[in-house]
């Protein structure tokens, strides 16, 4: 490589300030991200909150209907995922990987999800904020009739959450567990 094609670096080989500027924006939103961490009712609290400020946008332009329906899909692929084991045991013969447990005497394991709870808040946040941001470019108001695409968004919701609680009751998985059973000692 010749002097300065390494990315952030100009031709002296020193780091340039516009990329100084968004590594240091980079690291400030880590930050924050960080420390909001423990905070899931504070996280989903503000995300909800986001979420009704974009659908009253929306409903106050009369528009956007497309991007709210992409958004729809997008968090409820989310959702699926969130749902999901890391480990599809469809996908598992019985004799490779880990198991879930069957039976009351196996040993609790816990329910490893596909996609974390934070990177599903982190996910669906930044998904609203991006079709918030859509409603301020006309390009993306496209005219729909949009009953049509709340009856798809409805029956596809409908269909993909029956394919995915028949798939937990098959593999006899419960995505909301919070740790293993105890049993009061009798005295």
Not at 18 to 24: D, L, Q, S
Not at 98 to 108: A, D, G
Not at 112 to 120: A, D, G, M, Q, V
């Amino acid at each position: 490589m010749s002097e300065g094609d390494s990315v952030g670096e100009s031709i002296h080989g020193k780091t340039s300030v516009v990329a100084a500027f968004f590594t240091r924006i980079g690291q400030v939103y880590q930050s924050w991200l960080d420390k909001s961490t423990p905070f899931y009712a504070a996280r989903w609290a503000g995300t909800l909150l986001l979420t009704a400020f974009y659908m009253i946008r929306v409903y106050i332009l009369q528009g956007w209907y497309i991007v709210t329906y992409a958004l729809g899909i997008y968090h409820l692929n989310l959702f699926i995922a969130f749902l999901s084991p890391k480990v599809d045991p469809s996908m598992l013969d019985e004799d490779e990987g880990p198991s879930l447990p069957t039976k009351q005497n196996e040993e609790f394991r816990p329910f490893i999800r596909r996609l974390p709870e934070f990177k599903f808040w982190h996910s669906a946040t930044k998904g609203i904020v991006i079709a918030m941001i859509c409603t301020f470019f006309d390009a993306f108001n496209v005219p729909v009739f949009w009953p049509i695409l709340v009856m798809y968004f409805i029956m596809l919701f409908c269909i993909t959450m029956k394919r995915q609680i028949k798939h937990m009751i098959k593999y006899r998985y419960l995505p909301f567990t919070h740790g293993k059973r105890t049993y009061k000692e009798e005295t």
